[in-house]
């Protein structure tokens, strides 16, 4: 009997020692993203809330939103999203590999506060996160270019 | 003394209960839009006499580039005057709904309402007040064609910024040397956000369908001296009387003063505060808030964060307060940010900081002085060494004027109480009880230095010193004619936004007293043969509590 005590002990030691490799997601947190404006052709302007820890978290994931968005759409707004639905369900491993990969989605996406948050786009949640809502410009044009080129989407373009 | 402390005891946890209410308030916005103003004087019947003086101080008010000016002709006014002698307020309820359409009736017969709005909603107008709100250089799709105009919501925000203050005066009265103007104080908010007619060609809001509202209404009375010279006293650093007008009546005067305190009662409103966010707190607390709103030196900020809990309601929790240290130029750079210290809690960037207005700090030091009236100077039966007692302070932060933080000039009182004793009358030979005390009354000097939400503060003082002795008996002795120099030093520790306690040690030396009053008159000294100052030293070392309270602005 006490041998078994000690095994289960040991096991039970041995299971809170080992280290668990936690899952991180490659997508955003947060998808809310109301879409402003169209910037010249170029691309769009989105109120994009990110969810992190602190300041510069929350503002990483608003931006990962926003690009998110602009892909796949599901903002609040007028901007069109570049994928249509079959393309969404044909390459899921992209999607997962673009957003996980940050020198990937990020060159699309740049923040147009420079280091500012405005106010009352900052929020302490009940589980202790902090929600930003950042201004933030998608290139999308570039970015529809580069899917085409890879085949991930269809050309627009008429032939 | 035991309820001097208990009273302390009090001061302290009504502080910090208050302190702990303040943490859950209602949501604060960081969001700070300018705010156009109009003065509108007008006075009752028995003093509408003074209507041209109020008319002209109405164009001569102390400007700040806080706000934006809709000015009215002066025929509008004086039309407004007219058609104001007609209508009948309940000043019992000066803020019923009654009131504001009457008011509101007026100001659109003569011309005030809709030059307001003329002036308020004129395109030109809108867009450079739309460009002094702006907090940062926005990159849009406007911004890159060069277009920097505000958007329709945005116009109507700027227009709903709209306020016209009334001041109603009502009585110049004399009162010994003085005048006195007392009366009411009223400002209406404009708001045009249920205005669907706008006018296709001048783009303002049709008139009729904008709404007013009263939104702080307060009774106000200023004081007018007579000095001709107030150029040359201290008091005209701390009032806003032009120079110009000191050579008028003072009747004219007081309902002058009377016109520009609306912008008194202005400071004290919620909606007038200024608000921003805080964007740095690595390199001290910097908030995007500058000389284009007239932030000063020293200016107070209460600091809220936004939280949500989870039923997705948003609240606003105190964490702190804070000063300007320097001022940031963004009406030559749009991205300048002001920098501040921390007085209170913790800052993240974010937060939201809203303008807290200050004046005067009131300063109470309970204090131990080591002092000396021997039994020798034939005034108390027993040698007294200390004196315990109490100094009242009035402090002016004079940042305004030096650009200096927390440079304090003022003016103190205060009173020992030494230990009461029996002993013979000088002037009657009579054995008596008698009261001590000791009196001292001069100006003050204080600058104070903030270190890890810890106040260290030294001062200088100069004043005069006396002893005041009452006998039983019915004969009081005033000595005087000590003078005093000394300096002090302490430690405060901030219980909130107001309220400061530490202790204090220093040092004063006092001159020897020279002059004793019997019952009021002089007696002769040296000759008086009962009393000998000669031992006397009302100075000497110091130690105290203090506790200091700054009051709001006012």
Redesign the interface.
């Known amino acids: 009997m006490k041998s078994y005590i000690m095994f289960l002990f040991g096991l039970f030691f041995l299971s809170a020692c080992s280290s668990t490799k936690e899952f991180i997601s490659p997508y955003p947190v947060s998808k809310e993203v109301t879409c402003?404006?169209?910037?010249?052709g170029k691309g769009y302007?989105y109120l994009a809330w990110g969810i992190g820890e602190d300041?510069a978290k929350a503002e990483f994931d608003a931006l990962k939103a926003a690009v998110w968005t602009a892909m796949m759409g599901g903002g609040t707004g007028d901007c069109v999203s570049i994928m249509n639905t079959t393309e969404r369900e044909n390459n899921k491993q992209f999607i997962e590999d673009f957003f996980s990969n940050y020198d990937e989605w990020s060159q699309y996406v740049r923040s147009?506060?420079?280091?500012?948050?405005?106010?009352?786009?900052?929020?302490?949640?009940?589980d202790g996160n902090?929600?930003?809502g950042v201004?933030v410009?998608v290139e999308t044009k570039m970015l529809r270019e580069t899917l085409e080129a890879r085949g991930i989407i269809t050309s627009m373009k008429i032939q | 003394m035991k309820n001097l402390y208990l009273l302390l005891l009090f001061v302290l946890a009504f502080s910090i209960l208050s302190f702990s209410q303040q943490s859950d308030t209602k949501v604060e916005s960081g969001v700070f839009t300018r705010k156009s103003i109009t003065i509108v004087p007008v006075s009752t019947g028995n003093v509408s006499n003074y209507s041209q003086d109020m008319i002209a101080a109405s164009y001569d008010i102390p400007y700040s580039p806080r706000y934006d000016y809709n000015t009215v002709d002066q025929s509008h006014l004086e039309e407004m005057q007219r058609l104001f002698n007609g209508i009948t307020l309940d000043y019992k309820n000066l803020n019923s709904m009654e009131n504001c359409e009457k008011l509101r009736e007026a100001l659109v017969q003569s011309g005030v309402f809709q030059q307001v709005i003329a002036s308020m909603g004129n395109i030109d107008s809108l867009n450079a007040r739309f460009q002094r709100n702006q907090k940062r250089i926005i990159t849009s799709a406007s911004s890159q064609m060069k277009i920097e105009a505000p958007t329709i919501e945005q116009m109507k925000t700027l227009m709903n910024g709209c306020f016209i203050g009334i001041p109603i005066l009502e009585s110049v009265t004399p009162n010994s040397d003085n005048y006195i103007a007392e009366g009411d104080l009223i400002w209406i908010r404009l708001d045009v956000s249920n205005v669907k007619n706008w006018d296709l060609t001048t783009h303002l809001p049709d008139y009729n369908e904008i709404e007013c509202s009263i939104v702080k209404t307060e009774h106000g009375k200023v004081v007018v001296s007579p000095k001709s010279d107030k150029t040359s006293s201290l008091s005209t650093l701390f009032d806003d009387e032009p120079v110009n007008e000191y050579t008028l009546k003072i009747d004219s005067r007081s309902a002058r003063q009377f016109t520009r305190s609306i912008l008194k009662l202005a400071l004290t409103m919620d909606e007038f505060k200024l608000r921003g966010t805080v964007q740095d707190v690595t390199d001290g607390i910097r908030i995007d808030l500058g000389k284009r709103e007239d932030v000063y030196v020293d200016q107070g900020y209460k600091v809220y964060e936004l939280r949500m809990d989870e039923n997705n309601n948003k609240k606003s929790v105190y964490t702190g307060f804070m000063r300007i240290d320097k001022v940031g130029d963004n009406v030559t750079n749009e991205d300048a940010l002001s920098s501040g210290y921390p007085i209170l809690g913790h800052f993240e960037q974010g937060f939201i900081a809203k303008s807290h207005d200050q004046s005067f700090d009131l300063v109470v030091t309970p204090t131990y002085r080591l002092v000396s009236i021997p039994a020798s100077s034939g005034l108390v039966s027993s040698d007294i060494n200390s004196s315990p007692g109490v100094t009242v302070s009035a402090l002016y932060n004079t940042s305004k004027l030096t650009n200096m933080t927390q440079l304090f000039i003022g003016v103190y009182y205060g009173m020992g109480f030494l230990s009461a004793s029996s002993t013979t009358d000088p002037y009657s030979g009579t054995v008596t009880t008698t009261t001590v005390t000791t009196q001292e009354y001069g100006i003050t000097i204080v600058k104070k230095f903030w270190m890890n939400n810890l106040n260290f503060l030294i001062g200088i003082e100069s004043g005069l010193h006396g002893i005041e002795i009452n006998f039983s008996d019915g004969n009081d002795y005033q000595i005087k004619g000590a003078f005093g120099i000394g300096g002090y030093a302490g430690i405060q520790i901030p219980f909130s936004a107001d309220l400061l306690i530490g202790l204090q040690a220093g040092y004063v030396y006092v001159s020897t007293p020279t002059e004793i009053d019997l019952n009021g008159t002089a007696i002769p000294y040296p000759g008086f043969d009962g009393i000998n100052l000669d031992g006397i030293n009302l100075g000497g070392l110091t130690f105290g509590l203090n506790v200091s309270y700054s009051l709001p602005a006012f």
């Not at chain 1, 402003?36 to 010249?40: A, D, K, M, P, V």
């Open positions: 402003i404006e169209n910037i010249s302007k300041n147009t506060t420079e280091g500012r948050i405005d106010a009352d786009r900052r929020i302490r949640l009940a902090i929600k930003l201004e410009i």
